[in-house]
């Protein structure tokens, strides 16, 4: 799988999804630590509700809660 990137100056930045806890959506996030270790968590600010959440980019994403 190809994983898209941005650049910042930093070096480039590698796309991955999370699910937010608080709403349920998957959201996309940005993480420069393409080299990092698995288990290893990064902070971000979630998209979908405007918090900071404490997520590991190498993790898969957990399926989506049941809307019901």
């Known amino acids: 799988m190809v994983r898209p990137q941005r650049r910042t ?3 480039p930045m590698a796309a991955f999804l999370y699910l937010c ?5 998957r959201v996309q996030g940005w993480s420069s630590a ?3 270790q698995p288990g290893a968590l990064e902070a971000v600010t979630c ?3 405007g918090r900071v959440h404490l997520i590991d980019p190498k993790a898969p994403p957990a399926p989506e809660k049941d809307p019901r």
């Open 9 to 11: 100056d930093k070096g």
């Open 21 to 25: 806890p608080n709403t349920g959506q």
């Open 34 to 36: 393409d080299e990092a």
């Open 47 to 49: 998209l979908a509700c």
